[in-house]
């Protein structure tokens, strides 16, 4: 299973970046689906997810921006920011949260990344 | 939101070494921590989950431990290719949320 990232690398500020990630190999029909960023040079920031039945969790300091949809018919996931500053300026990485299920407890951990894909805010 | 804190921020080390990186959450997560090593240019890998349930494929040199707010990644007899930075990061809450990071560099 592989997962790709594709969108413009340039946004001019005010305007929405969209993103969009490919998951081959395996149904997009289970497990969370997530998109976290990184600023050059600094460290990761969990941006939201979506659960296969389309459920979504945002973070809260982004949570007025963002929407993250799903097209199973494409086994694909998207990234919409809207409004968007220098300080969105990030690689962008779209990941799978697979469950480890057993003896009463259930623990998520991000197994499959995108590679990432830089988006720089600029005019 | 939960903050993660790790220490120390970076830590110089020479191959063999033993290499221990704290992560302390800003409240109790039981054990929903996990690890993660990322190389520049690169997208980070899962080595922990759960605290201490090694992800498979990962060498066995790399342990975790701790539950509650005190976490702790070692990495044992310290290999080339493990010279990178480390995060932890919490799904016990949303946000989920990660440490700031942890570089190791060659001493």
Known sequence: ?123 | DIQMTQSPSSLSASEGDRVTIICRAGQNIGKNLNWYQQKPGKAPKVLIYGASKLQSGVPSRFTGSGSGAEFTLTISNLQPEDFATYYCQQNYSIPQTFGQGTKVDIK
Do not use: H
């Open chain 1, 1 to 123: 299973v592989q997962l790709q990232e594709s969108g413009p690398g340039l946004v001019k500020p005010s305007e929405t970046l969209s993103l969009t990630c490919s998951v081959s190999s395996d149904s997009i029909s289970s497990y969370y689906w997530t998109w976290i960023r990184q600023p050059p040079g600094n460290g990761l920031e969990w941006i939201g997810n979506i659960y296969y039945i389309g459920s979504t969790n945002y973070n809260p300091s982004l949570k007025s921006r963002v929407l993250i949809s799903m097209d199973t018919s494409r086994n694909q996931f998207s990234l919409e920011l809207t409004s968007v500053t220098a300080a969105d300026t990030a690689v962008y990485y779209c990941a799978r949260e697979a469950p480890d299920c057993g003896g009463g407890s259930c623990y998520g951990r991000f197994d499959l990344w995108g590679q990432g894909t830089l988006v720089t805010v600029s005019s």
